[in-house]
């Protein structure tokens, strides 16, 4: 089973930029699709970003234009370029895997999930 670690998150003031690196155990990463996903106080997780195998991407319409996802197969790591940080993004962030198409990443049910890493944008 592929296992997931989140780092990168932190406390930024509203306009900053962070950037998340999830690192995936195994040898089976580059046929994974991966996705970051959000879960705020009282809220649902959703998802943010997702890629594919093939690199292609799709973003919730919340942060188009701010936040780029990428990964680097050699690594067993994607990443979470966000920029323009708002008040709104606060929240855990997770990442997670499957070897399944891009457009069913949103509604995918996981077995399970890492810790999460905290991002918190306040000033």
């Known amino acids: 089973q592929v296992q997931f670690v989140e780092s990168g998150g932190g406390l930024v003031q509203p306009g900053g930029s962070l950037r998340l690196s999830c690192e995936a155990s195994?040898?089976?990463?580059?046929?994974?699709?991966m996705g970051w996903y959000r879960q705020a106080p009282g809220a649902q997780r959703e998802l943010v970003a997702a890629?594919?195998?093939?690199?292609?991407?799709n973003y919730a319409d919340s942060v188009k234009g701010r936040f780029t996802i990428s990964r680097d197969n050699a690594k067993n790591t994607v990443y979470l370029q966000m920029n323009s940080l708002k008040p709104e993004d606060t929240a855990v962030y997770y990442c997670?895997?499957?070897?399944?198409?891009?457009?069913?990443?949103?509604?995918?049910?996981?077995?399970?999930w890492g810790q999460g890493t905290q991002v918190t944008v306040s000033s």
């Open positions: 997670n895997g499957a070897p399944a198409p891009l457009i069913r990443m949103a509604t995918m049910t996981f077995g399970s």
């Open positions: 195994g040898s089976i990463f580059s046929t994974y699709a």
């Open positions: 890629i594919s195998r093939l690199r292609n991407t």
